[in-house]
């Protein structure tokens, strides 16, 4: 029989970190980093882990050195380099603004002078420029831009998640360039291969389980006969509602995945079409 090959796996340092690995972990994929710390071990067979900065996860994808990748889209968007995207894990979201002192973009005009324009985006940076035909300077920045304006800059593009950082430093958000979140993404050279690419698709396949299972609720209700049909015409279901008879002809048992926003409006109807006895769980997985 032949071996399957190797996935080699990037997972995020730093910020994401935390989220990526809580959900590989709900998903049954054991991280153990001990005193491996970039290079931790990994339960799933067939997988081998490094950690890198998310920058160098796009920029290993793209080369092929990496398989999978775990990395903001912010990135792949700045590097400009050909990556697979696979999921969007809605962790981490932020929007890449431009943003500025107070009064400097009065009315949405564009100021009348040289700019300092200070980000790590390189290349949004310089689009942004150009779109908003501004007279500006990059300058590069290393962590932290949200302090160079007013003295070290005037303006500056940088992610940000609630605006309270910005907000701290008197800056103003000017336009949005990008809204991005920790995604996973695929080299394109892994997925062409016919020995790794279904190897990736079963890893999708898990990790999406887990993602399935946070936006829904299992809702079990027990409903009389005659209220039955009644009852099904509120409660979604992803498929076929499961449906089973009660001891002693005393009704029915619904059974249904729904979404977790649903439930508020969801619960009163219910209980106006005759439901009782109702139970929610939360899945772990959900395989559609």
């Known amino acids: 029989m032949e071996k399957e090959a190797l996935i080699k796996l990037a997972l995020p340092k730093g910020r994401m970190e935390s989220g990526v690995l809580k959900l590989l972990d709900e998903a049954g994929i054991r991280i153990h980093a001990g005193s491996r710390a970039y ?13 890198l900065k998310p920058q160098n996860i796009v920029e290993m994808l793209a080369i092929g ?4 990748g775990f990395a903001g889209a912010d990135w792949v968007r700045e590097l400009g380099v050909e990556v697979i995207e696979l999921l969007d894990t809605g962790l981490d979201p932020v929007s890449v603004v431009a943003a500025a002192p107070a009064g400097l973009f009065s009315g949405g005009a564009n100021p009348d002078r040289q700019l300092i324009i200070a980000s ?9 420029i150009l779109s908003r035909k501004l007279q ?3 300058v590069r920045s290393y962590g932290a831009t949200e302090v160079f304006p007013p003295e070290d800059a005037d303006c500056i593009v940088d992610n940000t998640a609630s605006g309270s950082t910005l907000k701290a430093n008197n800056l103003d958000v000017v336009e949005e360039l990008m809204p991005s979140s920790t ?20 890893f999708v396949l898990v990790v999406r389980s887990v993602l399935e299972a946070r936006k829904r609720v299992m809702l079990e209700v027990n409903v009389s006969g005659s209220d039955l049909e009644r009852l099904l015409e509120v409660i979604p279901c992803m498929r076929e ?23 508020p409006l969801l619960i009163p109807q219910i209980k ?5 006895d109702i139970v929610i769980t939360s899945p772990s997985q959900i395989v559609p």
């Open 65 to 68: 050195s990496r398989d999978l």
């Open 136 to 138: 500006a300077t990059f």
């Open 120 to 128: 790590e985006y390189e290349q949004m940076t310089r689009q942004w």
């Open 272 to 276: 106006e079409r005759g439901g009782s």
């Open 241 to 263: 509602h499961t449906i089973s008879p009660l001891h002693g002809d005393a009704g029915y048992a619904v059974k249904a995945a729904v979404l977790r926003e649903a439930l």
């Open 39 to 51: 290079r931790p071990l990994v339960s799933l067979p067939g997988f081998s882990v490094k950690m």
């Open 183 to 202: 995604r996973l993404y695929a080299s394109p050279k892994a997925m062409s291969d016919t020995q790794k690419r279904p190897v990736i698709d079963r």
